[in-house]
Structures are given as structure tokens and as C-alpha cells.
């Protein structure tokens, strides 16, 4: 499975901006595609989640309310719309994806096999 992100960009506090990841390969079975993000001097952490089979969606604390993980099944692309953005926002974001992922892991770092090229987003105060 490869992994092509896009979308991103620079978006004033309040504003709203919107990513994508199109994957290639297999997405049956178990597959999930979820987005973590860094920031500088920070650990990658978990943001969102969704699982193909189903559509079930998983957020952080920080993304709850704010952000919606969609996926487009034909397409094999997930999209991340992130509303209400803040500076704490600002870091570059990262899609993966894992074609036997465990429910209870799906915020886990090490339960996805494949990720893509990180997208910037920053978020101007």
C-alpha cells in the first residue's frame, strides 16, 4: 500500500483547512487509514481514524468536535476537515494505514504498517 497526502497549507486561528491521503493497493480485510501529526520538538500523536469496513471513525480528545475523518471507498481516499483550527494545530500531518488493524490499537502508532509524506499545516495566530 503507498500513501499520497495532500491538501494542507497555512490558515488563520479559527479557520478551516482540509487534507487527503489516496492509498494504492489492497484495502479489504481489516484496512484502516488514520492521520497522526508532529509537531516540532513534539512526539507524532494520533489525531483521527477510520476504518474502511463499516466507516467507524476515531478521534483524539483535541480533534473531537473540531476535525471529521471521511473516507471515499471508490476512490480508496481519506479526507481530514479540520474546522475551528488553532495554533496548536500547526504541525505536519501524516496519513497510515494498516489492512489488519485491531480496534482497540487503532490510535496506536505501531498498528500502522504504511504511512505517507507528511503535509504541513500551519495555523497563524
Known amino acids: 500500500v503507498q500513501l499520497q497526502a495532500s491538501g494542507g497549507g497555512l490558515v488563520q486561528a479559527g479557520g478551516s483547512l482540509s487534507v487527503s491521503c489516496a492509498a494504492s493497493?489492497?484495502?479489504?480485510?481489516?484496512?484502516?487509514m488514520g492521520w497522526f501529526r508532529q509537531a516540532p520538538g513534539k512526539e507524532r500523536e494520533f489525531v483521527a481514524a477510520?476504518?474502511?469496513?463499516?466507516?467507524?471513525?476515531h478521534y483524539s480528545d483535541s480533534a473531537k468536535g473540531r476535525f471529521a475523518i471521511s473516507r471515499d471507498s471508490a476512490k480508496k481516499t481519506v479526507y481530514l476537515q479540520m474546522n475551528n483550527l488553532g495554533p496548536e494545530d500547526t504541525a505536519v500531518y501524516y496519513c497510515?494505514?494498516?489492512?489488519?488493524?485491531?480496534?482497540?490499537?487503532?490510535?496506536?502508532?505501531?498498528?500502522?504498517?504504511?504511512w505517507g509524506q507528511g503535509t504541513q499545516v500551519t495555523v497563524s495566530s
Open positions: 497510515a494505514a494498516d489492512n489488519a488493524m485491531i480496534l482497540s490499537s487503532i490510535s496506536l502508532r505501531p498498528a500502522y504498517k504504511y
Open positions: 477510520i476504518r474502511w469496513r463499516g466507516g467507524s471513525t
Open positions: 493497493g489492497r484495502t479489504d480485510g481489516s484496512y484502516a
